[in-house]
Nanobody
Framework: QVQLVESGGGLVQPGGSLRLSCAASGFTFSGYPMSWYRQTPGSERELVATITSTRGSRNYADNVKGRFTISRDNAKNTVYLQMNSLKPEDTGVYYC????????????WGQGTQVTVSS
């Protein structure tokens, strides 16, 4: 079955950096785009970044452009989110996402990893 396992979250001071990882299994990783979302209490889950499957094209939310970089290693079935110049408003639970299937695609989520930006 599809499994997504995030890691790399933690507590960091404003201006600091973190690198999140998401290890995927149970599907042909190289064939699907991958995304990172984040959620704060009382808010809906928001899309942070997406990377396509083949050309590796990237899209970012406006509030993280220039600070976050999404990348993937298809040999390791892993997607990354490098987060630099972190701000307190980046605090939240970060989730890895894959939409997998032929025709009808199903959303799969990891368990989430907490990122806290605070001094």
């Amino acid at each position: 079955q599809v499994q997504l396992v995030e890691s790399g979250g933690g507590l960091v001071q404003p201006g600091g950096s973190l690198r999140l990882s998401c290890a995927a299994s149970g599907f042909t990783f190289s064939g699907y785009p991958m995304s990172w979302y984040r959620q704060t209490p009382g808010s809906e889950r928001e899309l942070v970044a997406t990377i396509t499957s083949t050309r590796g094209s990237r899209n970012y939310a406006d509030n993280v452009k220039g600070r976050f970089t999404i990348s993937r290693d298809n040999a390791k079935n892993t997607v990354y989110l490098q987060m630099n110049s972190l701000k307190p408003e980046d605090t939240g639970v970060y989730y890895c996402n894959a939409r997998v299937g032929v025709g009808i695609r199903i959303n799969y989520w990891g368990q989430g990893t907490q990122v806290t930006v605070s001094s």
